[in-house]
């Protein structure tokens, strides 16, 4: 209207100056509520708290399972390379007890049959086959059902020789139980019913009672996996070229001299290559 002051539009500034002030604001604001609530240079309200709920999450069983595993890996006269690990409620109750390198008992052959794992789940060689129930082996991958490749191991690199590089890190060989034409998975996972009760009360029980409660995860499971040639052989139980396996890789396998070595002899002598 005639005769009112005309408004002024603020600076730019003055927003960009008063962005910055809230920010500010805000940082000191977090940053004293941390102080309160958990920082150890404060009071640190909260902390207790904090401490009760992770006691109350923990897991002996695999806090365990993860020492053993430290104490494998510096057993290992290699270098232990890194590998990506499942969420531990996905992995199969195997490892509630056993470390990711179970077998130790046999010096001579430990080494070959831990590589083992990178290829297999412990089901495929310990399964215990029942009368009238057919088992089929594919691959399986806990976060993905239907799982396509390629998956490692199946190929060779022609350039390099060596196995090729795949982004598929999880997918191994496993047995399933077939019905027609329906697979249920013979695998029992960490997130199941009775593992997941079983670490809750595991340190309440006699060592009578956890042997009771292992038998239920023992079921169909053998204490001795199979012999070499039961896979590495033309009639085995792994049918290579339909799991994806290449011709060339198929033949190695399936003809692999590693296996009479292991059941031929009761000793053999690596060369001292390094010997003055």
Request: one cysteine or more; charged letters at 25%; proline letters at 7%.
């Amino acid at each position: 209207m005639p005769g009112e002051p005309k408004r002024l539009e603020h600076p730019r500034s003055v927003y960009i100056i008063g962005f910055i002030f809230k920010i500010i604001t805000l940082s000191v604001l977090i940053a004293v509520i941390y102080q309160i609530t958990f920082s150890p240079h404060g009071p640190a309200v909260l902390v207790p708290i904090k401490e009760k709920i992770e006691e109350s999450q923990k897991s002996a069983i695999l806090e365990e399972v993860r020492q053993q595993e430290e104490y494998e890996k510096h057993r290992h006269f290699h270098h232990v390379v890194e590998y990506p690990q499942l969420p531990e409620n996905m992995r199969p109750v195997c490892y509630i007890c056993h470390s990711d390198y179970p077998h130790s008992k046999n010096k001579k052959v430990r080494a070959m049959l831990n590589m083992h794992t990178q290829f297999f789940v412990c089901e495929t060689c310990h399964i215990q086959e029942q009368p009238g129930i057919s088992v089929t082996y594919k691959w399986y991958n806990p976060l993905n059902e239907t799982p396509k490749g390629p998956f490692y191991g199946t190929e060779y690199d022609p350039e390099t020789g060596n196995l090729i590089e795949v982004e598929d890190q999880f997918s191994k060989i496993s047995p399933f139980y077939r019905t027609g034409d329906k697979f249920k998975s013979a695998i029992q996972i960490q997130d199941s019913a009775l593992a997941q009760d079983y670490v809750k009360v595991r340190d309440k029980l006699t060592p009578e009672q956890r042997d009771n409660v292992k038998k239920k995860f023992h079921v169909h499971i053998k204490a001795k996996g199979h012999e070499c040639k039961v896979c590495h052989s033309r009639n085995g139980i792994l049918d290579f070229r339909n799991l994806g396996f290449s011709a060339n890789r198929t033949i190695d396998l399936e003809q692999l001299n590693i296996k009479g070595m292991v059941t031929k002899y009761e000793s053999f002598y690596i060369p001292n290559l390094f010997s003055e």
